[in-house]
């Protein structure tokens, strides 16, 4: 049972195109992120959701549009792509908010071109 | 905000000798410390740890040690195996608000 699924796990696509990331968790929790690892492999938050609530929204750039249309759920879609946003996004979810564990889904790497 | 820096940024040790990373933060309210390990092409895992109320917490080779005085806490990875060898990130959240990472040590185990 994979207890947060992201789809698609690669995604290659040119600059200024259009693509969603998706996001599942089957885990009941509350809160689900959203990560960028570059190729340095700093791990940046960019948006938190509670409960479809977003709580945290880092600054990121409003290309990147995060939506949750329930608790299972968090996607991120992003507009106009740049040779910047290549990178491995992963969602993440922890029972509740900062202070639980969070589990890692299984990461996007998204290339540029 | 809070801010977490950890060090070494790589780490290169004998297989079967003790690694040690460490990490400082900022904020005298955090109170939730993981370290997370990220093996190559996988996802971040957690593999311990430790709230404000404890100084030490120890899981069979794994033992993470914090100090709140001096805001740093450390891992410990004793008789390190070939399978340790990835990228540990350590991190600090308070509740209610965002958690941060440190920038993390890639760990090398030699044979």
């Known amino acids: 049972d994979t207890a947060v699924s992201q789809t698609p796990k690669y995604l290659v696509t040119q600059m200024g195109n259009d693509k969603s990331i998706k996001c599942e968790q089957n885990?009941?929790?509350?809160?689900m992120y959203w990560y960028k690892q570059d190729s340095k492999k700093f791990l940046k938050i960019m948006f938190s959701?509670?409960?479809?609530?977003?709580?945290i929204n880092e600054t990121v750039p409003n290309r990147f549009s995060p939506k949750s249309p329930d608790k299972a759920h968090l996607n991120l879609h992003i507009n106009s792509l740049e040779l910047g946003d290549s990178a491995v996004y992963f969602c993440?979810?922890?029972?509740?908010?900062?202070?639980?564990?969070?589990?890692f889904g299984p990461g996007t790497r998204l290339t540029v071109t | 905000g809070e801010n977490v820096e950890q060090h070494p940024s790589t780490l290169s040790v004998q297989e079967g000798d003790s690694a040690v990373i460490k990490c400082t933060y900022s904020?005298?309210?955090?109170?939730?410390f993981p370290w997370y390990k990220q093996e190559l092409g996988k996802r971040p895992q957690l593999i311990i740890d430790?709230?404000?109320?404890?100084g030490e917490k120890k899981d069979q080779r794994i033992a993470v040690t914090l100090n709140k005085t001096a805001k740093h806490f450390s891992l410990h990875i004793t008789e390190t195996q070939p399978e340790d060898s990835a990228v540990y990130f350590c991190?600090?959240?308070?509740?209610?608000?965002?958690?941060?990472f440190g920038k993390g040590t890639r760990l090398h185990i030699l044979p």
């Open positions: 885990l009941g929790h509350d809160t």
């Open positions: 430790i709230r404000s109320n404890v």
């Open positions: 993440a979810s922890s029972r509740r908010q900062a202070t639980y564990e969070q589990y």
């Open positions: 904020d005298s309210a955090s109170n939730y």
């Open positions: 991190a600090a959240s308070k509740r209610d608000d965002k958690i941060i």
């Open positions: 959701y509670n409960n479809k609530e977003l709580i």
